[in-house]
Structure formats: structure tokens, C-alpha cells
């Protein structure tokens, strides 16, 4: 089964960023005698599909920003298309594109938080049982 | 689960060590292709084990006709992991395979994977999954789904170490340490993800072998389709209730599986009830959201599609995608709502044909 719903939200991101990071990762496994060639080939390969895919990406956003301008030359303004084209024009802005990105940090702080949390309940349960078994 | 086991009639020595389990419940259409597939292996396994789940459709008959041993419980088990678990004491081989019944193999699919098992530490493996039938807009939607996340989410998983889940319909693993297990739990809808995050709990490792392929018959119609994305989706849920305090441990898959997750949930309430309400009360324009990552899926799916000769198909499956993504993440919102909110888990297994 596929978990999750590929191609939307945070999972896209998630694995470019990951895919981004494996030269660097290979490097250091390099630097510690662990890289092997078939680690290389596989970070070379996902690396190139993120590369593909960023450009892709920033292409299409391009394209999309590029037709709402085209468009805003041939609408009304004070018309409810003109009006919304040129609300539009100010969605599509790279801040608004950064959304994500502040959302997978956010994701992440709570991810390390809950670990700590559970870290430290776990340490607190293990207090608890060696204080009763009378250690 | 301790080995009982006999060597069947059945058994040949191939030494692959290897037996496959195939658990079917009215697969009679389907079988004869899966074992055929199985018995014309480069590295044939030793013994082929159909589980007939009390079958009504002449499953058995089929089975037993292929030569393969046949084994049927006194009831049905109620579930695929629970027909796999009743084989289990007949496993004399190092390795286990579990295939679907209506799963085909590539002709090396075997071999592919027992490759990977041949690392101490290695528990489990998993293959590449394609639909084998590409036609109706639901096997066009899974198609395409499965490119993407076979091609670039699943070996960047493995990169990491960590494949989120060995997928049931095509998996082998190591005997002994499957049956340290305890087999494949039915606790959730999801066995395959159960084990696999079990596995990863006791410091197992499993891997994905993308050279291995195997090609399953995928829902054809929406009332198919529904039963299956059902049973993922409140799998995937009962799958982290479960397991969220020892993924919390786990290096990377606590990442994945919590990016799944706000997928699986938030992205998809955004999906279906904020970009169209924003759409309608603030900006109609909202609706390029659905639009918006269309490349991060087409470049991997484009690129497989190309590299198998199937540019075409791929191409033409494209839109299916999404509208099945549309639909699973009608299924995803409904599976948290029923399980964490009104407490009401799915617990009985339908496959739907």
C-alpha cells in the first residue's frame, strides 16, 4: 500500500529535500569508508530526479505567474475577473510559495519536541520502576 | 509458531531455501497466473503453499491442478494474515515469501529479491509494484501511483534505511526471524506495515529491491477501489496508534511516517475543504493549488514511463492520478475520523472481489 497521498503537501518536500542532501551524505560515508557504488549510484539517481523535478516546479510556477500577467493585460481591472486576476498576481508570490517550507519546519519542531517529551517520560517510568524494585 | 513442519510431496530442492505463501480467498480466475509465474522463476522456490481461505469459487482445484500444495483451514481465517499465519508451521526454508493470489512475478523476481536476504541482518525485502492491468481509470490512477512513489519516494526510503512498508502482495523474509515475530499480526488492516514497523522496532533492517517486479491485478472500478483504499487507510491509522511511541525511536521513519501523515490528514483536508473554500470565498484563483505540484509527479512518472517503453500509457494516465488522489484522501479524512475521533476501527477485511 501507498501511505499518505503522494505528490501533495509536505511528502513532496520532504523528499526533495532528502534527495537534495545525499551527495552531501555520500560524502561523509565517503569520509568514514562507507560509501559504496551502489549508494552512489542511488544518490546520484534520486539527486537528478530532485534536480529534475525543482526545475520543473520552478518552471511551472513561472509559466503560471507569466499566463496571470498575460491575462491581467487583457481584463478589466475594475471587472470581478480583472479584480481577481490581480489578487492573483499577488498569491502566486515566492513568500506564498515559502508556506510549505515554514510548515515542514513547523512539523519538525513538533516532531522533536514530542521525542523529548517521550524521552523524558520514558526515563521518568524507569526511575519509577527501579525505585519500586528497590534499587 | 513453532515448526512443525513436513516436507510436502511438493517439495522440490532448487536451493533457493525458499517457500512462498499465497493466500487466496475465490482467487480461482487469477491463480493459475500467479503460480505459473512462481514455477517458471530463474530461481524456482522449493515449495509453492496456496493457503485456500475456504474458497467457494474452486480455488483449491486450480491450486492442486499446478502441482503446488494446497492447505485449507477449518474456518476462514477472516484476513490475508491470517491464512499466511495457518502456513507458517509448514515452512521447512531458510526464506518465506508471501505473494498475492493475484500477483504475477517478473521471471527473476525471486531471485532479484532473495539477493537482498542475503545479509544477516536484512529480515525482509520488497519489490516493485506495477499494475498488470492498465486500462480502467482506477488501474490508470494506480499506475501512475505507484511509478511515482516506486520511483522516487521508495528508493530514497531505502537509501535512509528505512522502506516505510515491505508490501504484502510481494515480499520475502527470513523464516526464523518472521516466526520470532509471532508471523503477521491481524491486529490492523494493514499486516504488511504492522510487520515491517515491528521489524524495524526489534533493529531488523528491510530493503526495497527496485530490479524486482512484480505485477498485481489493482482494482478495476470504483467499488473495488473503495474496499481496498478502506482497508489502507484505516490500516495506515490503526498502524500509528499503534506503533507511534516506538517510531518516535526510530531514526528517519519517525520523519516519513509523521510526513505521511500530515499528508494523509492535513494536506488532505486542505486539499478537499480549504482550497475550495478559499476558491469561493476569497479568490477563484486558489483553485491553481490543485495544479500546483503537477510537475513533482510528472517528471519521475514520465521518466519510468519513458525508460519502459510506455511514454504513451503514462501520459494518458496522468489525470487518473489525480482523481484518485482525490478520492484517497476522501478515504484518509474518513479512516481519522472513524478511528481516533468516533473510535469506531475497521475490523473486518473485505478485499472486494
Known amino acids: ?135 | 509458531m513453532a515448526g512443525t513442519c513436513g516436507r510436502s510431496s511438493n517439495c522440490q530442492s532448487t536451493g533457493s531455501s525458499l517457500t512462498v505463501l499465497v493466500p487466496a480467498f475465490n482467487e480461482a480466475e487469477s491463480l493459475a497466473d500467479t503460480i505459473r509465474s512462481l514455477q517458471t522463476q530463474t530461481v524456482p522456490p522449493e515449495e509453492i503453499i496456496v493457503i485456500d481461505d475456504c474458497s467457494t469459487d474452486g480455488t483449491s482445484e486450480v491450486a492442486r491442478s499446478l502441482g503446488v500444495t494446497v492447505l485449507r483451514p477449518p474456518q476462514n481465517t477472516g484476513s490475508k494474515a491470517g491464512a499466511q499465519n495457518f502456513a507458517m508451521d509448514s515452512v521447512c526454508t531458510e526464506f518465506t515469501m508471501a505473494v498475492d493470489a493475484d500477483t504475477m512475478l517478473a521471471p527473476d523476481g525471486v531471485e532479484k529479491l532473495l539477493a537482498a536476504l542475503r545479509q544477516k541482518n536484512v529480515a525482509a525485502a520488497c519489490g516493485f509494484v506495477l499494475p498488470r492491468n492498465v486500462k480502467s481509470l482506477w488501474e490508470r490512477g494506480r499506475y501512475v501511483e505507484y511509478l511515482f512513489a516506486f520511483v522516487f519516494y521508495k528508493p530514497i526510503q531505502d537509501y535512509y534505511g528505512k522502506p516505510l512498508i515491505s508490501s504484502g502482495c510481494f515480499s520475502a523474509y527470513r523464516t526464523d526471524i518472521l516466526r520470532s515475530m509471532g508471523g503477521w499480526s491481524m491486529r490492523t488492516m494493514a499486516e504488511d506495515m504492522d510487520l515491517t514497523w515491528s521489524l524495524y522496532q526489534k533493529q531488523y533492517e528491510v530493503r526495497f529491491v527496485p530490479e524486482a517486479v512484480c505485477y498485481p491485478i489493482e482494482p478495476h472500478d470504483f467499488h473495488f477501489m473503495s474496499k481496498q483504499l478502506k482497508r489502507w487507510s484505516h490500516g495506515f491509522i490503526q498502524n500509528v496508534s499503534m506503533h507511534w511511541k516506538g517510531l518516535a525511536e526510530l531514526d528517519f521513519l519517525r520523519w516519513v511516517v509523521a510526513v505521511a501523515l500530515w499528508d494523509a490528514v492535513i494536506a488532505s483536508a486542505a486539499y478537499l475543504i480549504l482550497l475550495p473554500l478559499l476558491a469561493l470565498l476569497v479568490n477563484p484563483f486558489f483553485l491553481l493549488g490543485y495544479l500546483v505540484d503537477i510537475p513533482a509527479v510528472v517528471v519521475p512518472v514520465v521518466y519510468k514511463g519513458a525508460r519502459r517503453g510506455e511514454l504513451w500509457r503514462t501520459l494518458t494516465s496522468l489525470p487518473s492520478f489525480f482523481v484518485l488522489r482525490f478520492v484517497n484522501s476522501i478515504f484518509m479524512l474518513k479512516a481519522m475520523w472513524k478511528e481516533w475521533i468516533l473510535r469506531k476501527p475497521l475490523l473486518t477485511y473485505e478485499k472486494g472481489h
Do not use: C
Open chain 1, 1 to 135: 500500500m501507498a501511505a499518505g497521498i503522494p505528490g501533495t503537501g509536505l511528502g513532496g518536500i520532504f523528499y526533495l529535500f532528502l534527495a537534495l542532501f545525499m551527495p552531501v551524505n555520500e560524502l561523509l560515508a565517503a569520509l568514514h569508508g562507507k560509501s559504496t557504488s551502489s549508494s552512489r549510484r542511488s544518490a546520484a539517481f534520486s539527486f537528478s530526479m530532485a534536480i529534475a523535478i525543482l526545475a520543473a516546479l520552478v518552471g511551472h510556477a513561472w509559466l503560471m505567474i507569466l499566463g496571470l500577467n498575460e491575462l491581467k493585460e487583457y481584463l478589466d481591472p475594475q471587472s470581478a475577473l480583472g479584480r481577481s486576476v490581480n489578487e492573483a498576481t499577488g498569491i502566486v508570490s515566492p513568500a506564498v510559495a515559502l508556506l510549505p517550507l515554514y510548515v515542514f519546519g513547523a512539523l519538525l519542531v513538533m516532531l522533536t519536541i514530542m521525542r523529548y517529551v517521550l524521552k523524558r517520560q520514558k526515563l521518568a517510568d524507569k526511575d519509577v520502576r527501579l525505585d519500586f524494585e528497590g534499587v
